[in-house]
């Protein structure tokens, strides 16, 4: 039996007249230590969803279930038991040192005085050490980065100790290596604890190198449900993220830009898989060139040698890099070639 049940669930948000429905009719399921990613464009449900699963905001039609218990027909105390809630750019109300807002995560357990017992304090030494956090017990909220306050929140959720952690955008405002720590700790996690957590997240390279499950959503098609490489090789990504200005990559599993390209350029290179050829045809698909086998401007990749050659009829120039390269090829394009301006 699955650990979370969505049964013919429809969501939205409240309106004048009636309800804003975003997504219906979905059932979906969710089992133990599965970390899963909510991925989709802008405006297609992921907050809402996990919002509404979490109880945070009205359910339209359905149900869901967890451990078999309807999470809308039990109290707030019972369900701050079964789920816990990381939003985005939470910040701490008041100025609390690093354990004391893990504390809070025992909440739900600790009698009308909010007195700590020895297990309770056990618990959340064991969150601070799942997210790397000793150390910083006694240091304030407000002095921690973004990515070490987002640890704290997430210990905060761990200290509450559900078998069930929503996360809505926990990566937003972090720079690069913070991202991916925060999605490699959720990932490391899940398969520790066996807790399944969900993430809503725009980071879909990302999330699909470390999700065991991808909720992929679109606001005509519903939900998709697959692991990420099921879904690259059965075209989901293909159908959802559709756009004249972009495509998936299927090979790299990456987004590529599509470009104008206005120019010609004819190429030969010594190793076609080898960086320096794929980094060479990347540049110059950046600067507008598509490669054809007839045009009167080559560009030789030497990897033997580290150079780049232009060769134009009898003329052959050697570049040592491939901004070099570029700006030769720009000095050397056929006047006669170039794109004319509309």
Same mark, same amino acid.
């Given at each position: 039996?699955?650990?979370?049940?969505?049964?013919?669930?429809?969501?939205?948000?409240?309106?004048?007249?009636?309800?804003?429905?975003?997504?219906?009719?979905?059932?979906?399921?969710?089992?133990?230590?599965?970390?899963?990613?909510?991925?989709?464009?802008?405006?297609? &449900?992921?907050?809402?969803?996990?919002?509404?699963? =979490?109880?945070?905001?009205?359910?339209?039609?359905?149900?869901?279930?967890?451990?078999?218990?309807?999470?809308?027909?039990?109290?707030?105390?019972?369900?701050?038991?079964?789920?816990?809630?990381?939003?985005?750019?939470?910040?701490?109300?008041?100025?609390?040192?690093?354990?004391?807002?893990?504390?809070?995560?025992?909440?739900?357990?600790?009698?009308?005085?909010?007195?700590?017992?020895?297990?309770?304090?056990?618990?959340?030494?064991?969150?601070? @050490?799942?997210?790397?956090? #000793?150390?910083?017990?006694?240091?304030?909220?407000? @002095?921690?980065?973004?990515?070490?306050? #987002?640890?704290?929140? *997430?210990?905060?959720?761990?200290?509450?100790?559900?078998?069930?952690?929503?996360?809505?955008?926990?990566?937003?405002?972090?720079?690069?290596?913070?991202?991916?720590?925060?999605?490699?700790?959720?990932?490391?996690?899940?398969?520790?604890?066996?807790?399944?957590?969900?993430?809503?997240?725009?980071?879909?390279?990302?999330?699909?190198?470390?999700?065991?499950?991808?909720?992929?959503?679109?606001?005509?098609?519903?939900?998709?449900?697959?692991?990420?490489?099921?879904?690259?090789?059965?075209?989901?990504?293909?159908?959802?993220?559709?756009?004249?200005?972009?495509?998936?990559?299927?090979?790299? &599993?990456?987004?590529?830009?599509?470009?104008?390209?206005?120019?010609?350029?004819?190429?030969?290179?010594?190793?076609?898989?080898?960086?320096?050829?794929?980094?060479?045809?990347?540049?110059?698909?950046?600067?507008?060139?598509? *490669?054809?086998?007839? =045009?009167?401007?080559?560009?030789?990749?030497?990897?033997?040698?580290?150079?780049?050659? *232009?060769?134009?009829?009898?003329?052959?120039?050697?570049?040592?890099?491939?901004?070099?390269?570029?700006?030769?090829?720009?000095?050397?394009?056929?006047?006669?070639?170039?794109?004319?301006?509309?």
């Amino acid at each position: 039996m699955p650990l979370l049940q969505l049964s013919h669930v429809s969501i939205g948000y409240p309106a004048l007249k009636r309800p804003y429905i975003v997504q219906s009719d979905l059932t979906l399921t969710a089992n133990e230590g599965e970390l899963i990613a909510l991925i989709g464009k802008n405006g297609c &449900g992921k907050s809402t969803l996990l919002r509404s699963i =979490a109880s945070l905001q009205p359910i339209y039609h359905g149900e869901v279930q967890l451990n078999g218990q309807n999470l809308s027909e039990i109290t707030p105390k019972k369900r701050a038991r079964l789920l816990s809630v990381v939003l985005t750019g939470q910040q701490s109300v008041a100025s609390f040192n690093v354990r004391e807002l893990i504390s809070i995560g025992r909440d739900p357990y600790t009698g009308w005085l909010g007195s700590l017992t020895d297990d309770d304090n056990q618990i959340i030494s064991r969150a601070i @050490e799942m997210t790397y956090l #000793q150390g910083f017990e006694e240091r304030n909220i407000h @002095e921690l980065s973004d990515g070490e306050r #987002q640890r704290v929140f *997430i210990a905060r959720a761990l200290a509450q100790d559900t078998p069930v952690i929503l996360l809505d955008e926990p990566t937003s405002h972090l720079d690069l290596p913070n991202r991916i720590n925060i999605l490699l700790l959720l990932q490391k996690l899940a398969r520790e604890t066996g807790k399944t957590i969900f993430i809503s997240t725009h980071e879909l390279e990302t999330a699909m190198q470390v999700a065991d499950k991808l909720w992929l959503m679109d606001k005509e098609k519903g939900v998709t449900v697959g692991v990420p490489e099921d879904m690259v090789l059965n075209g989901s990504f293909d159908t959802v993220f559709r756009h004249p200005s972009y495509e998936f990559d299927k090979a790299f &599993g990456s987004f590529i830009v599509l470009k104008k390209l206005d120019k010609t350029i004819a190429t030969r290179v010594q190793h076609p898989n080898g960086l320096m050829a794929r980094w060479t045809t990347k540049a110059l698909s950046r600067k507008g060139y598509r *490669i054809t086998s007839d =045009a009167a401007l080559e560009l030789f990749v030497d990897e033997e040698n580290l150079s780049w050659v *232009i060769r134009k009829g009898e003329l052959s120039v050697v570049t040592h890099s491939i901004e070099e390269a570029l700006l030769k090829i720009a000095d050397l394009y056929p006047v006669d070639n170039y794109p004319v301006s509309p």
